[in-house]
């Protein structure tokens, strides 16, 4: 079993993602893509790993899930889902 949280991208269209980054967060984008080719044999771009990154944070959001629970069960299912602040930090 692989030590990286994140698994092996499924194939899928590749899409373009911009975003500003610090230098520091570029470094470890980058040491985590290098570990990422090593684990897996296959060198995959950051702009393709990141979206997959960012999934695999929110979904292990705890305080997060729980809002989006919570919205759900008060809210049309429908429309799209902004957390506030406030909703996710109260227990």
Partial sequence: MSPLKLPKLPDRETTKLSFAAS??????LDAYAALYTKEYG??????DLIPYMLEAFLASDREFQKALRVHRDQHDTNRPIAASKSSIQSG
């Fill in 23 to 28: 230098a520091d967060l570029k470094r470890q």
């Fill in 42 to 47: 296959r060198k995959e771009a950051l702009a």
